[in-house]
C-alpha cells in the first residue's frame, strides 16, 4: 500500500529534551514536506526537500531541523523543544514537479511542557 | 506571497441539505492549481478535490463540486446530499505551477452534518 509513515503518533516531552519524528514512504516520491497545523491557522510548511541531499527552509522553520539522507525517509528534529512547538505535525510527499496533491502521513501530535 | 482566506470558522448543515464552503486567494501568478482538504476527526489528510487554473471547467467528484471563479480569486466548494461521514475539518489550498509542490492553506471550516 503506497503510505507515508510517520511515528510516534503522539508525543509529550520536556522543555529542552532533544527529538525526533521520523518519517518514510514508499512512493519513490522526490519531494517531502513537513507541516504544522494550529488552531486558526491551517498547516504551515516548516521545511522542505526536493530530493536526496537537497532541503530548504519553508514559512516556519525556527527550532526546527531536516536531513534527507535517503529519498524515502525526511525525519524533523527539535534540538531544543519548547512549548511554543506544541502542535500536530504532518509530513508529506509528492512526486515533484506534478500537481497530484501531496500523500499526508497520519500525524503526530507533540506537547512540550 | 500567496495567501488563502477561508472566512467561515464553522458550519453546520442538515443531513441530505447542501452546503457551500469559501474560499478566497491572492497571487499573481496565472497558472496554478487549487485543492480542498478534508480533516475527519482520525485527523488524516484527504484529498477532497482540485483545479487546474488554466482550465475555465469546474471540477467535481460525486457530491462534491467546485465555484471556480479565477477574475474573483474565489474557489468554493459545494456538498450535496450531505452525509454524517462528511463532518470533518475543510482546507482550501494553493500551489504555484511554477515551481516545486508547496501547498498554501487557508485557516480550515470545520463543517458539521446534523442528523
Known amino acids: 500500500e503506497a503510505q507515508v509513515t510517520q511515528n510516534p503518533r503522539y508525543l509529550i516531552t520536556v522543555t529542552g529534551k532533544k527529538l525526533t519524528v521520523t518519517c518514510s514512504q514508499n512512493?519513490?516520491?522526490?519531494?517531502m514536506s513537513w507541516y504544522r497545523q494550529d488552531p486558526g491557522l491551517g498547516l504551515r510548511q516548516i521545511y522542505y526537500?526536493?530530493?536526496?541531499?537537497?532541503?530548504d527552509k519553508g514559512d516556519v522553520p525556527e527550532g526546527y531541523k531536516v536531513s534527507r539522507k535517503e529519498k524515502r525517509n525526511f525525519p524533523l528534529i527539535l534540538e531544543s523543544p519548547s512549548p511554543n512547538q506544541t502542535s500536530l505535525y504532518f509530513c508529506a510527499s509528492a512526486v515533484q514537479g506534478r500537481s497530484y496533491g501531496y500523500t499526508f502521513g497520519s500525524g503526530t501530535r507533540l506537547t512540550v511542557v | 506571497a500567496q495567501t488563502v482566506t477561508q472566512s467561515q470558522p464553522e458550519m453546520s448543515v442538515q443531513e441530505a441539505e447542501t452546503v457551500t464552503l469559501s474560499c478566497t486567494y491572492d497571487t499573481s501568478e496565472n497558472n496554478y492549481y487549487l485543492f480542498w482538504y478534508k480533516q475527519p476527526p482520525s485527523r488524516q489528510m484527504i484529498l477532497v478535490i482540485r483545479?487546474?487554473?488554466?482550465?475555465?471547467q469546474n471540477a467535481t467528484e460525486n457530491r462534491f463540486s467546485v465555484n471556480f471563479q479565477k477574475a474573483a480569486k474565489s474557489f468554493s466548494l459545494k456538498i450535496s446530499d450531505s452525509q454524517l461521514g462528511d463532518t470533518a475539518m475543510y482546507f482550501c489550498?494553493?500551489?504555484?505551477?511554477?515551481?516545486?509542490?508547496?501547498?498554501?492553506f487557508g485557516a480550515g471550516t470545520i463543517l458539521r452534518v446534523k442528523s
Open positions: 526537500s526536493m530530493n536526496v541531499e537537497v532541503t
Open positions: 489550498a494553493f500551489m504555484k505551477r511554477s515551481y516545486g509542490n508547496k501547498l498554501v
Open positions: 512512493m519513490n516520491h522526490e519531494y
Open positions: 483545479q487546474e487554473a488554466y482550465k475555465q
